[in-house]
């Protein structure tokens, strides 16, 4: 499929960046914006680091996610500054020189060692707006994340560029790539761990470029929702299987959810293919001025019918809502914003200076309370689980009765099904990114 080129979208991009900084700039009454890569953390009584995770305000300014103790510098009037840590070293592979389509859009300064960089930071750090974690500070120049300017970058960071959904959308494919070659290695009886180095060597990344650690999910273990364990053994017989992964392109992430049924297992299969066709409905929901919040109360209404059309519960979907029992099998809200960050920020921010909207009663886990707005790339993952410990509580919560539990001991060596896309808002239809890219790849 054609992919919308991302460098002729740079600079365009970058101009909006420079318009969101200078507000943030004057809302916090600064004078520079400062932002370092991050640093190396190294494991206590030992030189070893841990694995390197760029700062997301870098990366969002930069297609550059393996340049620790960098930073950029930016300054209303002026051109942004970058300052390029490339050390002399043979312990390590080290950075390339500065390539690529920003280059033209910075002046660069190549340091070789990480106090270098002090000679070339703002005279004085008071004046400076330092976002970062405090394992970045050099000097006097201490991460001071000051809350205006936070605010104000985070929110508008939920409206994503042309630039950025361009590279969203190039990290849909090795991620479906990945996701296609899993599906045959359940299907060849593979174990979960064989599962997950077919899915890494078929997107081409490894867990240093993955966004996030794959779920991998035989039988049973779908009803963990962050399986992460990964069994070297195939089970017998292998009933079902749900993969949670991702991938990444210059620092910008997907999310993609499936579950496949083994052959034979037909009334799985079927439950698989409800859920799968409640999801497309609830991405196509995906508009302008949709409450997500009702997105999320619409998609435990969509998938308690389900279950009662399958025969897992007794009562009515609004009826389970209300006492409680969707939330035992729909535990997790409905997603999340993605882009930068797999989980994006400020999904509950009542406005660029700051603010709250919280969650619906009941609700602990959705994860954005925002209006859908042009230009936000959401998640949309319902999913639904047969998990004991939920169970055992709507048993005890004086529930029991809107359940059919010989129905729940037959789905539950299934685990679960969760289906997830990611989808961006715009002024008219929904624009799914994940989909067309699972039809592309056949």
């Known amino acids: 499929m054609n992919l919308p080129d991302p460098g002729p979208l740079y600079a365009d991009h970058l101009d909006a960046l420079v318009r969101r900084a200078d507000e943030a700039l004057a809302r916090g009454g600064f004078d520079h914006l400062v932002v370092p890569s991050g640093r190396l953390h190294y494991q206590v009584f030992d030189d070893r680091d841990y ?97 205006p300017v936070i605010d104000y970058l985070d929110y508008r960071r939920a409206f994503k560029t042309p630039y950025e959904i361009a590279l969203m959308r190039q990290a849909q494919v090795p991620a479906v790539r990945g996701h296609r070659a899993a599906e045959a290695a359940f299907r060849a009886g593979a174990s979960e761990f064989a599962i997950h180095m077919a899915y890494c060597s078929a997107a081409g990344q490894d867990s240093n470029a993955l966004p996030y650690g794959n779920i991998i999910a035989l039988n049973e273990h779908a009803a963990v929702l962050h399986y992460t364990d990964l069994g070297h053994a195939a089970p017998t017989p292998a009933r079902s299987f749900l993969i949670d992964a991702g991938a990444s392109a210059h620092g910008y992430a997907s999310d993609i959810t499936r579950t496949y049924a083994a052959a034979g297992h037909d009334e799985f299969q079927a439950m698989i293919d409800a859920v799968d066709a409640a999801q497309r409905q609830m991405c196509a929901a995906v508009r302008s001025g949709f409450d997500y919040k009702q997105l999320h109360v619409d998609a435990h209404l969509a998938l308690m019918g389900i279950l009662r059309e ?77 998990i004991d410990m939920l169970l055992d509580e709507v048993k005890k919560a004086g529930n029991a009765a809107s359940v059919n539990w010989e129905r729940v001991d037959f789905f539950r060596p299934y685990g679960g099904i969760r289906i997830e896309d990611e989808v961006l808002c715009t002024d008219g239809e929904a624009d799914n990114l994940t989909r067309p890219v699972f039809a592309a790849q056949g």
């Not at 703002?122 to 050099?138: F, M, V, Y």
């Not at 009562?315 to 930068?340: C, Q, R, T, W, Y």
Request: net charge neutral.
């Open 51 to 147: 694995p390197y995770a760029v700062n997301p305000q870098f990366k969002a300014w930069l297609p550059l996610t393996r340049v620790p103790d960098s930073w950029l510098i930016h300054t209303p009037g002026r051109r942004p500054q970058l300052v390029y840590h490339q050390p002399h070293d043979y312990w390590h592979a080290v950075p390339a020189a500065p390539n690529g389509w920003w280059v033209e859009h910075f002046d660069i300064h190549v340091i070789r060692t990480p106090e270098q960089a002090l000679a070339l930071l703002p005279k004085d750090p008071a004046r400076c707006a330092i976002l970062g974690e405090p394992h970045s500070a050099l000097g006097g120049f201490v991460p001071n994340n000051p809350q």
């Open 310 to 386: 399958f025969g897992v519960i007794t009562v009515s979907p609004e009826a389970a809502l209300a006492n409680g029992v969707s939330a035992a099998f729909f535990p997790h809200g409905i997603g999340h914003l993605i882009g930068a960050q797999v989980h994006d920020v400020a999904g509950f921010a009542a406005s660029d200076r700051g603010g709250r909207i919280e969650r619906p009663a009941g609700h602990p886990y959705l994860r954005m309370t925002r209006v859908l707005e042009p230009g936000m790339v959401v998640t949309i993952e319902p999913g639904v689980y047969f």
